[in-house]
């Protein structure tokens, strides 16, 4: 079994910094990428930034964050940050984690989330 446990969201005034953490732990032949989604209260999840896993890690972001968020990885520890700078009350949503891991035998890759923790950026 793959489980995906998120940590370091909370509130925070807008312009402040916010460091996310996803640690992936379980029966994990190997990851081959992970990335961090959003949603907020009427919208649909999002993607907000991705990482592969393979070589020095391969990114892309939304256009909304980029400038302001990286993305990065341990593989050792099999954990993904975000770290989040300058940020907007209209950054507010419920940060989601998600990996393409395989597992299992025979091995296959699945998707897995985390359980998501809540972002509050206001004053």
């Known amino acids: 079994q793959v489980q995906l446990v998120e940590s370091g969201g909370g509130l925070v005034q807008p312009g402040g910094s916010l460091r996310l953490s996803c640690a992936a732990s379980?029966?994990?032949?190997?990851?081959?990428?992970m990335g961090w989604y959003r949603q907020a209260p009427g919208n649909q999840r999002e993607l907000v930034a991705r990482?592969?896993?393979?070589?020095?890690?391969?990114?892309n972001y939304a256009n909304s964050v980029k400038g302001r968020f990286t993305i990065s990885r341990d593989n050792a520890k099999k954990t993904m940050y975000l770290q989040m700078n300058s940020l907007k009350p209209e950054d507010t949503a419920v940060y989601y984690c998600?990996?393409?891991?395989?597992?299992?035998?025979?091995?296959?890759?699945?998707?897995?989330w985390g359980q998501g923790t809540q972002v509050t950026v206001s004053s």
């Open positions: 998600q990996a393409d891991i395989y597992s299992g035998d025979p091995i296959r890759v699945d998707s897995y």
């Open positions: 379980g029966s994990i032949f190997t990851i081959n990428a």
């Open positions: 990482i592969t896993w393979w070589g020095g890690g391969s990114t």
